[in-house]
């Protein structure tokens, strides 16, 4: 069970648009703030590094 969710330091006072992480273990879950109990992302180590760097470097970005 995951706990400790975090948002990303970029998110706006209000908390709309965002997103959550938290960490179990060696798991990564992220989720949207918008709808909780919608469901998550799981992802191990590797996928969450590649995951992560993508987001990084724009490739999420929908453009």
Do not use: H
């Not at 960490?23 to 998550?40: I, M, S």
């Amino acid at each position: 069970m995951y706990q400790n969710w975090r948002k990303g330091s970029r998110t706006t006072a209000t908390g709309a648009d965002c997103v959550e992480i938290a960490r179990d273990g060696e798991l990564t879950a992220v989720r949207d703030t918008k709808n909780r109990a919608g469901g998550l992302l799981e992802f191990g180590p590797r996928e969450w590094a590649r995951f992560a760097g993508g987001a990084k470097g724009g490739a999420l970005d929908g453009r």
